[in-house]
């Protein structure tokens, strides 16, 4: 380093021009100054390299987070995905002591919607459902698309009676809902079916789901647009 080089070089050079009587300061100086120039100079181009690469680095972690973020994302209604809702179950704590809910949703007579209007009106559906979703839970509940026209909540660290407020909530808002289908200005109603599990601690949530499931299966047979609870 260049401190290294001038705590060996100035004593010599100063023993230098001392014995020399300084006859021969010019040469003596150069002699110094050269390489000191050459090390400090080496020296400032390597630390700019440095704080190039650490901000190459930093750039390349936070497009990597954000691709990560993005992979755990369902692109058309901005929830999590199966992946990244499984993944944020898996980190729920496990001594909370507290019980939580999950709630499984499903559009009610969603194919037939589909098939009938089209994808893009269902894809409209399922981003109008999605939103009211949000607008329904706290910010600490972890919501996703688990597939199709299906979604899923969990609610940490809630009682019962909350629960199922929540859902009976959602479903009451999402029956409100008008979709415009056709270039006439035509709307129709959306509801959904709610399927209602509930666990205490660290869940298994494969378990919880097929319990959710077997709810959401009794709703669907209750004649939909309801919530049961099991």
């Known amino acids: 380093s260049l ?12 023993t230098i021009l001392y014995i020399s009587h300084g006859t021969y300061w010019a040469e003596t100086l150069f002699a110094f100054m050269l ?5 400090a100079i080496q020296q400032l181009i390597q630390q700019h390299n440095n704080r190039f690469i650490q901000d190459l680095l930093r750039k390349l972690q936070e497009e990597k987070d954000t691709l990560s973020d ?14 990244g809702f499984q993944s944020r179950i898996e980190n729920l704590p496990s001594n909370s002591g507290s019980s939580h809910f999950l709630l499984l949703i499903d559009i009610d007579h ?3 919607y589909n098939d009938h209007y089209g994808h893009m009106m269902g894809d409209q559906a399922l981003a109008r459902v999605s939103a009211a979703i949000r607008d329904a839970v706290r910010s600490r509940d972890i919501v996703g698309r ?4 299906e979604f899923v909540i ?9 629960a199922l407020q929540v859902a009976e909530s959602l479903r009451r808002e999402v029956e409100t809902l008008l979709v415009c289908v056709g270039d006439e200005g035509q709307e129709v109603a959306v509801t959904v079916s709610i399927g209602v599990a509930t666990f205490n601690g660290h869940p298994d949530y494969q378990v919880l789901l097929r319990r959710a499931d077997a709810a959401l299966y009794q709703a669907k ?4 647009n309801c919530v049961v609870v099991v």
């Open 3 to 14: 401190i290294s080089f001038l705590l060996h070089c100035v004593p010599v050079t100063l």
């Open 35 to 39: 390489p000191t120039v050459g090390i």
């Open 70 to 83: 993005l992979s755990m994302m369902d692109p058309l209604t901005g929830l999590y995905n199966r992946r």
């Open 110 to 112: 969603f194919k037939a």
């Open 146 to 149: 688990y597939g199709g026209e």
């Open 154 to 162: 969990v609610l940490p660290e809630t009682d019962g009676p909350s």
């Open 221 to 224: 047979h209750q004649g939909r």
